[in-house]
């Protein structure tokens, strides 16, 4: 029988660097993150803390993911791949706690992150925020049209018809 050390134990292993699995398979016969990509996308992290907006990280992030593309790998593999590198502090905890929940599935874990930083009594006021907007006293209609048009952007889709949000601008 082999006797194993504490301090052996406790290290790192390399199975757990890679990180799970997308539902997607890879078809490709090999591939490269380039580290360049993964610093850029390093550089638009999210923390998770209350003043940042997940739908605007989501947005920027997948706009630089479909800037490359892998023979062989889906766009949604891609996202999986590389999110985690887009993460740090809460939010990076909270991925590290979720990721087996949601299966490999790319969607899944967007939806749940958005659930997971953007509370329902933040989605409330929004709705609200939206629904009384008033243009300012100076202010051009172009510049209160732009205020609005970040406002009901900022959030999930809140169910608010178009003729209705017409009617309130």
């Given amino acids: ?36 990509f993964i610093a850029m996308v390093r550089e638009q992290y999210f923390s998770g803390f209350d ?19 892998i023979a062989g790998m889906a766009q949604e593999t891609l996202r999986w791949k590389l999110f985690p590198f887009s993460l740090t502090v809460k939010a990076k905890q909270w991925y590290d706690h979720n990721i087996v929940k949601v299966n490999g599935e790319w969607e899944l874990l967007r939806d749940r992150f958005c659930l997971a930083f953007f509370l329902i009594s933040r989605m409330a006021s929004l709705r609200k925020e939206i629904l009384n907007l008033r243009q300012g006293e100076k202010e051009s209609v172009g510049a209160a049209r732009a205020r609005f048009s970040k406002l009901t952007q900022a959030g999930p889709n809140l169910s608010i018809p178009d003729h209705v949000l017409l009617q309130h601008f």
């Fill in 1 to 36: 029988m082999e006797h194993i050390s504490i301090q052996n134990l406790s290290a790192p292993k390399g199975e757990f660097i890679e990180p799970s699995q997308s539902s997607k398979p890879i078809t490709a016969f090999s591939f490269e993150l380039r580290p360049g």
């Fill in 51 to 69: 003043a940042e907006n997940p739908y605007y990280h989501l947005r920027e992030f997948e706009q630089l993911c479909s800037c490359l593309s």
